[in-house]
Each structure stands twice: as C-alpha cells, then as structure tokens.
C-alpha cells in the first residue's frame, strides 16, 4: 500500500516562531545592574512563643525591589543569608521568588519578607529585654539574586538593627 507523504510546514513554522518568540520573553539580564533595593526595614521578629515556654526572636530583612532597567524583568530568585557579626558560618537563611510575573521598567515589587530560621529564645526574658542581653550577637543579613541558570550574585548586605518588628 503506497501512502502519499504530505509536507507539512505550516504547523513547523508555526512552533519555531512560538519558540523564537517565548525564548525572547525570557532572556536572562543582569539582575543585581537592572534591580534596586528600597524601603529596606531590618530587625528582629517576634517568631512566638516556642517548646518550653520560651520567647524567640529571629533576623529579618523586608525590601522591594525596583526595576531601574529600560525591560522588563522576570522570573528571579532571591536568598537572605543571615550570619552572625564576626562569623564566617549561615546562621540561617529564607529563599523563594522575589519576582515570578514581568516587573515592567520602573515598576517595583511588593514587599520581601525574609526571615531566618534561626534565632534566638529566651526564658522568662521579655522580648526587649532579649535585645539588650550582654550575650546577645548583632546579625547581618546578604540578599542575593538569580534568574535562570545564573549563579546566585549578591544584591546587598545590611546590619540586622536591634528593633522588634512587628507582623
């Protein structure tokens, strides 16, 4: 049985200019060059009461980020490390999507709240008073961005200020 070949190429052409055209939508840019942190608010957050009755207190880091680029930007991960003054190690870290949808040229995002995972608890101390403790360490926090494949590049680094943020 002889089957006639048909040529198709209007379908072919179709999913190359789909193709061609999403893989324009997300170019990767440089995000540190074309993002700019405001409204940066740094302090501890009370995390609540936990096993044993104890206060803790954890670094946190809330920024928007604005995009200073003539394009839009899409689809960038962001990572708050946080450490310790005087310490090499993470002391704990909150990773997620900073921007998923197209942020258009001066457009800037809602706030990034960023807690570590870790903190410090105290028993029977008020949360002030935690902050005024002789052993209590200041923190830092790293902001750190990526889109795409792109090795995670740091935005910026603040002091973790000694204030009680509030939800």
Not at 60 to 71: E, G, P, Q
């Amino acid at each position: 049985m002889n089957v006639p070949l048909r040529r198709r190429t209007g379908g072919l052409s179709l999913v190359l200019g789909l193709l061609l055209a999403l893989s324009g939508c997300t170019r990767n840019i440089d995000v540190i060059a074309a993002l700019e942190p405001v409204d940066v608010v740094t302090g501890w957050f009370d995390a609540g009461i936990v096993e044993g009755g104890k206060n803790k207190l954890v670094p946190t880091v809330s920024l928007k980020l604005r995009n200073r680029s003539a394009d839009p930007v899409q689809r960038v991960y962001v990572q708050a490390v946080f450490r310790r003054v005087g310490e090499m190690e993470m002391w704990g870290e909150h990773f997620g999507w900073a921007i998923r949808e197209p942020l258009a040229p001066g457009g800037t995002t809602e706030a990034l709240v960023m807690h570590s995972n870790l903190g410090y608890t105290g028993d029977g101390v008020g949360r002030m008073d935690m902050l005024q403790h002789s052993q209590f360490l200041d923190a830092k926090v790293e902001v750190y961005l990526r889109q795409g494949s792109q090795t995670l590049t740091k935005l910026a680094e603040y002091p973790v200020q000694r204030q009680l943020l509030r939800p």
